[in-house]
């Protein structure tokens, strides 16, 4: 496997960018970091990572360069016009997309870096900041196959195992959204259990312990009833706004395929009601609270 000298762009740095770009420059690459916020590159520039004060600044011509932005408005901003990702990487160059945005962004952001030459990977990925902080990511990638070999050893930096999704930049994203759809799908189903638990006068934290060991002994699950049970909130590892920005892709992208997806809506009015209630900044896992008074509990 190709071994990577070059300094390295990394764009986005938030609550998921950091660990990232940490990892990266505890594996040894040289990173170049940027970020709207500067003060969160300093960490970074302290062990070693230039920083970069501009988006153009921080893509290296014919290198590669990573985004980690927050939805695809972002990702459409850092790529497009003279002075984004696109233009200033120029021929030859790799961008890997690890956001969460939709296929079809995907597919325009990966047509701007092919038209000027470049590569486009969609690499999104598995795992909450904890993961990316233990390098214990799961990364989805589909899109150019020419530089895939350039861009493992930064995969095998930051997380565990990379899945191969074929050419469509849009794939990885697909299956990205897959996973956060199961994800809340998940936490909608154990708030209602435990609040079911609870109005019975069960102690929810047993009944999660138990289940935890038993029929449900796997990392999502025993993540969730940990977050729920203790109301472990805040810090966000993944804000429930953003919560909302993953669910409504889902849902167009559930309606551009022609899928009926009906817990999507579920999940959609669970945020959006807990959203209505100020608890936009609380970690996603925080729609339990919605469940809890829907049973008439105290939250």
Known sequence: MAQITDEIGFIGLGNMGVPMAHALIDAGFKLVVYNRTSSKAQPHVEKGARLASTVADAVPRGGIVITMVSDD??????????????????????????????????????????????????????????????????????????????????????????????????????????????????????????????????????????????????????SYFDIITNRRFTPPGFRMELGLKDIDLVISTATDSRVPMPMATVIHNRVLQNLAKGRGDLDWAAVALGAFEDAGLKV
């Open 73 to 222: 408005a972002a990702l459409e901003a850092v790529v497009g016009g003279e002075d984004g990702v696109a233009a200033r990487l120029g021929s030859g160059g790799v961008h890997v997309s690890m956001s969460t945005v939709s296929p079809i962004t995907s597919r325009a952001v990966a047509k701007l870096v092919e038209d000027r030459g470049g590569y486009h990977i969609s690499a999104p990925v598995f795992g909450r900041p904890e993961r990316a902080a233990a390098r214990q990511l799961w990364i989805i990638m589909s899109g150019a196959m020419k530089p895939r070999d350039r861009v493992k050893p930064l995969f095998a930096a930051m997380g565990q195992k990379t899945y191969e999704f074929g050419e469509d930049p849009g794939a990885a994203n697909i299956v990205k959204l897959i996973n956060n759809f199961m994800i809340t799908s998940a936490i909608e189903v154990i708030s209602e259990g435990l609040a079911l638990a609870e109005k019975n006068n069960i102690d929810p934290k047993q009944v999660a312990s138990v289940l935890g060991e038993a029929m449900f002994n796997c990392p999502l699950y025993k």
